[in-house]
């Protein structure tokens, strides 16, 4: 069975990869730079080549968890490629974030093996039937957010954590270390932890600060070193720079600022646990072994609060601890044996079924949007695809394309390449590589009647002129849902089938592919 478990929850994360290969603009900083450092390598003079260089952002990010992730992701390309998986240069990428998906569906199952020594098998089993029924975290944890990198570190303290051999000092020491180098915000959970680990005696004073002065020392030195080189600017601690930027100047403000303040509490945590939401409650009323992990996640939530700019994803490494209180809260209320078959005992039992049910529904709408809401990938695959055999090409691709799915591994018929890993240069492309033209604040006009285009990814249709420029493919995208109230039409037509398309997907025009009119 714990093998079961243990797939179950690596089979889904690998599925939300394959289902959605493409990435948005909020990943581009670590797929880039794990790009960068696959084909480029560390040597200094090859440092200006990094895609960082050209589009540096407003604060810049730590290279730590990239090269990690990079490390680990060399040894699985060669092997996918020995197995004559890797065909082109974006099979890297979908290699990449499987790699991803599986370091963090690890730190799930480290925390479902913990959960069962605690608190039982039972729990175990709801902890993952939660965890892999819900749409986000299995959504991104394949996906290269510095808060998807940072969460494997965060889930494996809090296995240290549960663990009754009382590992308290590793785990402080690792949450030290993932606030100094990835993400920031974490360091408000680690105070948390800290304050309980002291108040009831798991760690002491004296311990506390030799674990603190020492993992802080190292990942202060680690970052610096390594980002201070990597980004060419001596020294700099990124964490640090982003604090400064968009808490001390206020500056996160820029990128909108959510009203009213428990936003996070109240709208953004209820989207991440869906249906599961009553049985945390139950959890933390019924056991205080709940209320011991639970209070640090609402606090931390409490105090992300009071941020100006608030997203899912700064809280999302408290998901884990509340699908733990969520499940022992499921267990309780789901009988065993004479108890289940009283009504009490088969409503409790049917609500958990219905909640799980719930959970896998909204997870089954939300992924197939999901999926339609990438129009740049798909708008630079169909390109490669459909002038695959064309020995020159120039393409400006427009910002909605770059920011949804254009990565630089979809920049198949260009350099750099790597035929160690399998990604060889296309036959019709190698004489003369293409060009993938990502300038920003480029208008469609200021390149209409240059004679160096011959391709453009554009926002609109009337973006250039017609007697220049033909539109030859139209990429759709997500534009919300609409309810089909025919419904007996609809079974009618389709028998029991019929359900299934009164709920149907509303798409819209994104993207348009123009090649230049010869002549």
């Known amino acids: 069975m714990t093998l079961v478990l243990d797939a179950l929850i690596y089979v889904v994360a690998w599925t939300h990869v394959l289902l959605a290969p493409y990435t948005k603009v909020e990943e581009s900083f670590n797929l880039h730079a ?45 092997l996918a490629n020995d197995l004559s998986l890797i065909t082109c240069k974006f099979d890297l990428q979908i290699v990449i974030r499987i790699v ?24 175990s089993l709801l902890f993952t039937l939660i965890t892999i029924s819900q749409f986000h975290v299995p959504f991104w ?38 606030a100094v180098v990835i993400r920031a915000e974490i360091a408000g959970l680690l105070g948390l932890f800290t304050i309980q680990l002291l108040s009831n005696g798991s760690l002491s004073v004296t311990r506390l600060i030799k674990v603190g002065i020492i993992s802080t020392g190292v990942s202060i030195v680690l970052t610096v070193s390594v980002d201070s080189y990597l980004w060419d600017h001596w020294p700099l601690w990124p964490e640090y720079f982003s604090i400064y930027f968009n ?8 990128w909108g600022v959510s009203i ?14 869906i249906a599961t939401c009553p049985f945390i409650l139950i959890g933390f009323a019924c056991d205080n072994r709940v209320k011991k992990l639970t209070w640090p996640a609402i606090l931390f939530v409490f105090l992300m609060s009071f941020l100006g700019h608030k997203e899912w994803r700064f809280i999302v490494y408290v998901v884990p601890m509340l699908n733990i209180a969520a499940a022992h809260g499921a267990r309780i209320c789901t009988p065993i044996g004479r108890r289940k078959r009283t009504l009490f005992g088969r409503l409790a039992f049917g609500g958990v079924v219905c909640a799980l049910a719930l959970n896998t529904a909204a997870t089954v709408l939300l992924t197939r949007a999901s999926i339609a809401n990438y129009p740049g990938g798909n708008a630079l ?73 011959t391709h453009a990814i554009a926002e609109s249709r009337d973006s250039l002129p017609d007697e220049l420029w033909e539109v030859v493919d139209v990429i759709y995208g997500f534009a919300g849902w609409k309810i089909r109230k025919d419904v007996f039409g609809l079974m009618r037509e ?17 993207l348009w592919i123009f090649e230049k009119r010869r002549g």
């Not at 808490?247 to 820029?254: F, Q, T």
């Not at 009213?260 to 646990?273: G, I, K, M, S, Y």
Request: glycine share 6%.
């Open 100 to 123: 991803l998906a599986s370091v963090n569906a690890q730190g799930f199952c480290l925390l479902r093996r913990v959960v069962a020594r605690r608190f039982g098998s039972s729990t």
């Open 141 to 178: 944890m394949g996906r290269t957010l510095p808060n998807m990198l940072a969460l494997p570190f965060v889930n494996l303290a809090l296995y240290l954590l549960l663990d009754p051999k009382n590992r308290a000092s590793w785990a402080v020491a690792l949450l030290t270390f993932v």
């Open 494 to 510: 389709k028998g029991i089938e019929g359900l299934c398309s009164v709920l149907e997907m509303k798409r819209e025009r994104r």
């Open 247 to 254: 808490v001390y100047e206020g500056k996160s403000a820029e």
């Open 381 to 453: 695959a169909r390109l490669n695809e459909r002038y695959a055999d064309s020995p020159h090409v120039h393409v400006h691709i427009a910002n909605l394309a770059a920011q949804s799915g254009a990565s630089l591994f979809l920049h198949t018929h260009a350099p750099p390449y790597h035929p160690h890993i399998g990604v060889f240069p296309p036959a019709a492309s190698l004489p003369n590589p293409w060009i993938y033209n990502k300038t920003e604040n480029l208008e469609p006009m200021d390149f209409a009647y240059s004679s160096s285009f």
């Open 34 to 78: 794990i790009h960068d450092l696959l084909f480029y390598g560390v040597h200094h003079e090859m440092i200006p080549k990094f895609d960082h260089r050209v589009f540096p952002g407003s604060v810049p990010r730590s290279f730590v968890g990239s090269l990690i992730l990079a490390w680990l992701s060399k040894h699985a390309t060669r």
């Open 260 to 273: 009213p303040v428990l936003d996070l509490l109240h709208n953004l945590l209820p989207r991440l646990l």
